[in-house]
């Protein structure tokens, strides 16, 4: 179970070390990729919860969006190459939150200009 400090109300159930980990991943391309801004928002309805990451560098291209979540998949530009890493990191954020019962998604952050990540999963988990 995870809780914001300001706000009783705001728990999930999720698997703690797995959501870090995927988060992490995100928060690590967006500090990657910025020129100088990220931002990490959150939301916890009813039924539902998110977590959005986004940037203000150059975002990633709507025809790539589905398919960058593939495993061993870098887009094909300098800005990729120069980071390093092997293609696996949004694959694995994609796994954790598909094991969630959630989604991850990618767009363009309407605030910053660049990419915005979006996690999205039941608040109440099914037992496993």
Known sequence: ???????????????????HRAIQNLVSNAMRHAQSRVTISYQVGQQRCRVDIEDDGPGVPESAWEKIFTPFLRLDDSRTRASGGHGLGLSIVRRIIHWHDGRALIGKSKSLGGACFSLSWPRNQEKR
């Open 1 to 19: 179970c995870l809780s914001a400090a300001d706000n009783d109300d705001a728990w999930v159930e999720a698997e703690p070390r797995y959501l």
